[in-house]
């Protein structure tokens, strides 16, 4: 993929986030976004190495619009600055109350790249049936913890959001109480895109995603027989 022309077009695109000025730039957005599909095509193939479950994947559904949804918005641009995608075993970039881990990565303008891995502010009846997963299963979350490739790349889980108080139900003096505590159940990084070497772009977010797996993995016992409602 052109990295180098991916940035320069969502850093104008940052300065002209406007209806006619995408339509003048479409061209170049369509081939941006069929470059971004080779990318991701290519990268579930090398996660389907480690985790079978994305092999059937469909890469265009993976992929993120570039509109933005202003219905409830005070933020009236109509554009996204960034390309992203996330891939999962069912195609939904965004899991619904059933759930499930996501890998999630995107590209902005400014030459970044975040990457990570997990449920990201999931549904109420999702939320919850995590957070009795880790009493149910306390020593294999905190093994999930401990992983050693998770800890060096991405450190703890992300604190977004998270309660000031324990949530409703749960006992405050569980020695997991603070991860009780999070709305999220995600890991994520971000580094300097390397603009000069696009190759590694894939290589990069494997390795990434692949350090991810074992929260992927525990996310995936979580039981779904739960009230969705």
């Not at 061209?27 to 190495?49: G, K, M, Q």
């Amino acid at each position: 993929m052109h990295l180098r022309d991916l940035k320069q077009f969502l850093t104008e695109l940052s300065d002209n986030n406007n209806r006619p000025w995408f339509i003048m730039n479409k061209p170049r957005y369509d081939i941006l976004r069929e470059e971004f599909l080779a990318v991701v095509t290519d990268l579930i193939r090398e996660l389907a190495r480690f985790d079978k479950q994305v092999a059937a994947c469909d890469p265009k559904k993976a992929m993120f619009r570039i509109n933005r949804d202003i219905r409830f918005s005070n933020d009236k641009t109509p554009y996204k600055t960034r390309f992203s995608a996330g891939i999962t075993p069912s195609d939904k970039r965004r899991p619904s109350a059933a759930g499930g881990p996501t890998y999630y990565f995107h590209i902005e303008g400014n030459g970044k790249l975040l990457f990570g891995a997990g449920e990201y502010l999931p549904p109420g009846p999702r939320l919850k049936a995590i957070r009795e997963h880790v009493v149910n299963d306390a020593p294999g979350f905190a093994k999930m913890l401990k992983n050693k490739h998770l800890r060096e790349r991405y450190g703890d889980l992300q604190e977004e959001d998270k309660l000031q108080r324990p949530p409703k139900g749960f006992d405050p003096g569980h020695p997991h109480i603070e991860y009780l505590k999070l709305k999220s159940f995600f890991v994520w990084t971000e580094v300097d895109l390397e603009l000069n070497a696009p190759d590694k772009l894939v290589p990069l977010l494997a390795s990434g995603f692949k350090d991810a797996f074992a929260l992927v993995t525990w996310l995936r016992g979580v039981p779904e027989n739960y009230d969705e409602q």
